[in-house]
């Protein structure tokens, strides 16, 4: 099952490699999407984006099973 992009495991936000992005790489991407669709700033956050995610991803499993 993949479940973002194309990977089955890892950070929801990785680096290049694939490793953790620090925290303020993880806000600079997290802006840089918000600006590109048009969202607050204020509601969008790694909180928001970490229960989005979570919940897309259960949502997913429940389908599939």
Do not use: F, N, W
């Amino acid at each position: 099952m993949t479940l973002v992009g194309d990977r089955t495991e890892g950070y929801t936000l990785a680096a290049a490699t694939g490793g953790k992005l620090d925290e303020p790489s993880q806000q600079g991407a997290i802006r840089s999407v918000a600006e590109r669709a048009g969202l607050s700033q204020k509601k969008v956050g790694p909180r928001s984006i970490k229960h989005s995610t979570t919940h897309a991803c259960l949502r997913r499993c429940r389908r599939t099973h």
